[in-house]
Structure formats: C-alpha cells, structure tokens
C-alpha cells in the first residue's frame, strides 16, 4: 500500500512537470507570434509608407524628405510673411505647409495666420505676440520646435480683419525697425500693382469694378456681408499698401500721402529680407524664393497647381475702367511708388545673391 502512494506522487510530480513545460511552451509561442505580429506590423508600416511617398511626385517626395529631416538646419529663421491681401500669399503660404504635409490641398490653415494658435505661441515665447518687437530669435525657434501646426511661418494679413485703424499690436515692429524681431524671423513682404490689387480684391466681395465705390450702393453685398462697411471699401482702394508699412496710416479718413509717409514706408520696405512680387515679377519672384527659401518652394511655386493661380488671364480694362482707374491712381500716390521702390529692392535683393553665389563658388573651384 504504501508503495503504491509513492508511485502515485512520483507520476503526479511527473505530471506537473509536464504541464510546467507545456505552459512554458505554449508561453514562448505566444511571446514569439507576438513579436512576430510586431514586426509583420512594422514591416507593413514601412512598406506602405514607402509606396506612399514614392506615388507622390518627385518634387513633393524631396519637400516631405526637407521638412521632415533637416528643416531647421536648412532655414535658421523661421519665416514671417507681411502677407497684404491679394497679392499671392495663399498660394505661398501653401508651399511652406508643402513643406510639412507632403500632398497641397485645400485645408484650413487660414493663410497662416496665427490665429486659433496664439494661445500656444505665447505659451513658448514668454507672454510675446508673433509681431511683438521684443520678440527674439530663441523666441521664435522655442514656439516653432514646440507647435508643429505653424510649421516654421507666421503670416501677418491684417488687411483680412476689416479694421479701420491698423492697430494691430500697434505695430509695434514698424514703429521700431531696428527691433530684435526683425533678427527673430526672416521678414517677407508681397507686393502687387495697386490697381490690378484692387479689382482682384473687389471681385473676391462681388463686388462691381469701379472707384471710387460706395458700399450702400450694394444692398446684396451688404446683406452677405454684414461686415462690410463704407470704411473697409475706402480702405482697400487708398494705398492699401502702404497701410501696412506706416503705423496710424491705416484710418478713415485717412492721411495724406506725403514725402513723410514715403520715407517711413520705403525704410520699413529696406528692413525685409525678402521682397516678393508674385504676379507681374514672376521670374526674379521665384529665383528670390529658392535662393532665400528654398528650392523646394520655387518647385512647389511654379507647380502646374499653383500656376493657374496666378496665369489666369487678365481682363482688359474697359473705358469706364480706364477713366476709373485714372481716379485710382491719383488717390494712391504712395501704394504706386511704394510698389516701384519694393521691386527695385526686389531685383537689388536677387542681383546681391547671385553675385554672392558666384563668389562662393569661385572660391570653391579655385
């Protein structure tokens, strides 16, 4: 008998052993179809990304690789557009995203603009707004490496707001042009031809070709647009331009355009490091932009896309217009030299790149 009970626990203590092993198996099973089932997954990932960015095209393929990697080794800055309406900045405004997001489209970036992110942006730059004067390189770099959304570009559309006085921040930054913001960003202006801003600007509010306009003459408009009021009108037809260049120029009515208001207009014009005339300077537009920002950019810029944007073809005036914009031209005596002056900066701007690249490379070669 008692045999038999030490052969019972003899074959028992075999049988826990052999449920030991079959449970450390069936563990070392599970634990490697997991780790298979993760590298199946991570393969799956790569594999799918790769076909993903090699059906985008070149051009793009080598933005997303940009952003992605090297961004802020290849641009010290970050990038603030002084973006008045109409005058391209949509469209550049989508290229620089291009940088972050390797497919362009339609999407709610709000032409850059701070906007719904200036609760962060003050979170990273020490209570500072975007065009605070006192706004410093490390400030920037701190916002830009902590908000991905704003993707390395702030753009400045005051024009946008309808505001009868430009007192957006005060402009502080105009009021100071030897303020550490203008070493904070690398500074972009865009400029157009007033009279072809204006009818473009015009027809974005449906509203009829003429100068000057009145604004109850449209009870349609006013009624899509309940904004819309006889200052706005006034404002976006009488140097429009220059309002966003001279502090308390932008007010209704408003001030006389004299030799004072040129002067602080064209030294605010000097202060940027890019000029950019996106319509009529197309060419020497896109040479600027590759050198300063980017070749990527000028691609994404000159891209079948973006082209129609700006290749639309131009109405002709009609002889009501002509005599209309006759009126125009006098009443924007600053907005038309201001322009002259922005696109000789503009070619000055190119010519001193060029003749610095040349140089690097002589010294390369030699």
Sequence with gaps: ??????????????????????????????????????????????????????????????????????????????????????????????????????????????????????????????????????????????????????????????????????????????????????????????????????????????????????????STVKDNLKLLKDSHIFQIGNNFITQHLVPDFRRYPPLPCNEDILNRAKLAVDNFDVVLDLIDMQNDSYDLISIKLGESIQNKMRSSYLKTMFNKSKPIDTADEIKQKKLFNEANLCDIEIVKYARRRLQNILEFEKKRIEQNQLAVDS
């Design 1 to 218: 008998m008692r045999r038999e009970e030490i052969r019972d626990e003899e074959e028992l203590r075999r049988e826990e052993k052999m449920n030991s092993r079959d449970s450390t198996e069936v563990m070392e099973v599970r634990g490697r179809s997991r780790y298979l089932t993760c590298i199946y997954i991570c393969v799956s990932v790569s594999v799918c990304s790769l076909l993903y960015a090699l059906s985008i095209p070149s051009e793009n393929r080598n933005i997303f690789v940009i952003r992605r990697i090297n961004w802020e080794t290849k641009f010290i800055r970050p990038i603030y557009v002084e973006h008045v309406m109409k005058t391209g900045g949509t469209a550049l405004c989508e290229a620089l995203h291009g940088e972050c997001f390797p497919v362009v489209v339609k999407r709610s970036f709000r032409n850059c603009r701070v906007d719904n992110l200036i609760t962060q942006f003050r979170i990273f730059s020490k209570g500072k707004n975007w065009d605070d004067p006192g706004l410093t390189l490390n400030d920037t770099r701190n916002v830009m490496s902590n908000v991905n959304n704003f993707c390395n570009v702030v753009f400045n559309e005051p024009g946008w707001s309808f505001r009868d006085q430009n007192s957006f921040h005060r402009m502080g930054m105009y009021r100071n042009l030897t303020a550490p913001i203008w070493s904070a960003y690398t500074t972009v202006l865009l400029v157009r031809d007033p009279w072809s801003r204006y009818k473009s600007h015009l027809r974005q509010w449906n509203l009829k070709i003429t100068f000057p306009i009145n604004i109850t003459m449209f």
